[in-house]
C-alpha cells in the first residue's frame, strides 16, 4: 500500500460531522417514520431503503444521503463498536472514516454509501456491521485464562512472588504496586519484564500506561479511576488492555472502549484491595454474562476477588472466561500444586 496519513479531524472537520450528524438524524426520522431514542442499525436500513423508494423528484438528493446517512452510520460504529473519527489522506486524496485502534481496522461509511447508491443495494447496513463484528473478533488477543495479580508481603518482594508464580506455571502476571514512586515502578518493572520473558510468561502493569510502553509490557489494566482505556491505547498501542468492572453499567462502558478483557469484581470480600464494591457472588455474574450475551457483548471476562479453588467450577458455569488471582497464589504453601489444580479446572 502508498503512503497515507491519519489524523484527528480538525476544527472545520469537527463542525462538518455535527451538521452532517444533525443531518443524518432528520433523514432518518422521516424516511423510517420513527423517532431516533437508539439508533439502531435495521432504522438505518429502513431510511436508506424507503429514501431510495421515494419518488425520484421527492427524494432527497443523493450527496445528501451519502453525507446524513454515511456520518450516521459512522457515528454507530463508534458509539456501538468503539471506533474513532479520523481524516485519513492517500494520494487518491482526503475521505472522512472511522478506525478501531486495537486492531488497526478503518472504515469507510460515507464512501460505503456512495457505493450502493451506485450499485442499488439500498439494504446493506446490517451486514457491513456483522462483517466488521466478524473480523473485530477474528483478530481478538490470547487471553489465558489464569492472571496472577502480584502481591508483596514480609520476606517475599512483587519480584519474588512474580517469579516463584512464573516457576509454579502461571503464564500471565500482573505487577499491581500502590503507593510507590514512578521511578519505582518502573525499574522493578523493567525487572519484572526480564523474569516474565525467561519464562515466557505475559505481563501486565497494573495503572500506569507509561510504565507499561516504557518496558515494552504485553498488557495494561485500568480500573475505573485509572486513564480511560482509549486514552491509555494512544499511548500503548496494540497491546492487551484490560478494565475493571464491578456492575452492568460499567461493562456497558468498557464495551466502548476497546478493552481485551474485563476484569469483573469482586466475586467475593477480599482484603487484597482497599475500597472495595459490593461483593458480585455467583448471582451476579450470572446476571451480567446473561446481560452480556443478551447484548451480543463478546469480551472475555476474567472474575477476581477473593477467589478459591473450589470456587472455580460454578464461575466457570456463569460463562465466565477466567480468574484473576492474588492471595491465593502469593500464600500457597505450594503454589505449583494451587496453580496446577487452577489451570487444570479452567483447563488452560
Ligand atoms: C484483572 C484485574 N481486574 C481488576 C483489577 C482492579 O483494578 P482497579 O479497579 O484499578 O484497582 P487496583 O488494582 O488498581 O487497586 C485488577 N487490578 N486486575
Ligand atoms: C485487585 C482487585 N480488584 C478487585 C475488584 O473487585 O476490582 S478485587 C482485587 C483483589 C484480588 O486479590 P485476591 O485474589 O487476593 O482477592
Ligand atoms: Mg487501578
Known amino acids: 500500500m502508498g503512503q497515507y496519513e491519519e489524523k484527528t479531524l480538525n476544527k472545520k472537520e469537527l463542525a462538518w460531522k455535527k451538521d452532517a450528524l444533525e443531518l443524518g438524524e432528520g433523514l432518518i426520522e422521516k424516511y423510517s417514520g420513527k423517532e431516533i431514542a437508539t439508533l439502531t442499525i435495521s432504522l438505518l436500513d429502513d431510511a436508506f431503503e424507503n429514501a431510495m423508494q421515494t419518488t425520484w423528484w421527492k427524494r432527497p438528493r443523493k450527496f445528501m444521503i451519502a453525507t446524513g446517512l454515511g456520518y450516521a452510520l459512522g457515528q454507530y460504529l463508534v458509539d456501538q463498536l468503539g471506533f474513532e473519527w479520523i481524516a485519513y489522506k492517500d494520494y487518491q486524496g482526503k475521505d472522512i472514516a472511522v478506525k478501531h485502534q486495537a486492531s488497526g481496522i478503518i472504515s469507510f461509511p460515507i464512501s460505503a454509501i456512495r457505493k450502493r447508491l451506485k450499485t442499488k443495494e439500498y439494504r446493506f447496513m446490517e451486514d457491513y456491521v456483522q462483517v466488521l463484528k466478524k473480523e473485530l473478533t477474528m483478530i481478538k488477543k490470547e487471553i489465558p485464562r489464569l492472571h496472577y495479580v ?3 508481603k514480609v520476606g517475599l518482594t512483587h519480584l519474588e512472588a512474580i517469579k516463584e508464580a512464573c516457576q509454579a506455571g502461571c503464564k500471565w502476571v500482573q505487577l499491581r504496586m500502590k503507593e510507590v ?20 510468561v505475559k505481563l501486565t502493569i497494573n495503572d500506569n500506561a507509561a ?12 480500573g475505573k479511576e485509572d486513564m480511560s482505556p482509549l486514552e491509555a491505547r494512544k499511548i500503548v498501542g496494540d497491546i492487551i488492555i484490560g478494565g475493571t468492572a464491578n456492575t452492568w453499567e460499567d461493562v456497558q462502558r468498557l464495551s466502548k472502549e476497546q478493552v481485551d478483557y474485563i476484569g469483573l469484581g469482586p466475586f467475593r470480600y477480599t482484603t487484597t484491595k482497599k475500597k472495595i464494591s459490593p461483593v458480585l457472588g455467583i448471582d451476579g455474574y450470572t446476571r451480567i454474562i446473561d446481560q452480556m450475551k443478551a447484548q451480543e457483548i463478546d469480551i472475555p471476562v476474567l472474575a477476581i476477588g477473593g477467589i478459591n479453588p473450589s470456587d472455580i467450577k460454578a464461575i466457570l458455569s456463569t460463562g465466565v472466561w477466567g480468574i484473576a488471582a492474588s492471595g491465593l497464589i502469593t500464600n500457597a504453601k505450594d503454589k505449583q500444586k494451587t496453580c496446577t489444580e487452577i489451570m487444570q479446572q479452567l483447563k488452560d
Do not use: P, R, W
Open 150 to 152: 502480584s502481591q508483596s
Open 181 to 200: 514512586t514512578f521511578q519505582e515502578y518502573l525499574d522493578t518493572a523493567m525487572a519484572a519484564k526480564t523474569i516474565c520473558q525467561n519464562y515466557q
Open 211 to 222: 510504565v507499561a510502553k516504557a518496558v515494552q509490557a504485553d498488557g495494561l489494566h485500568l
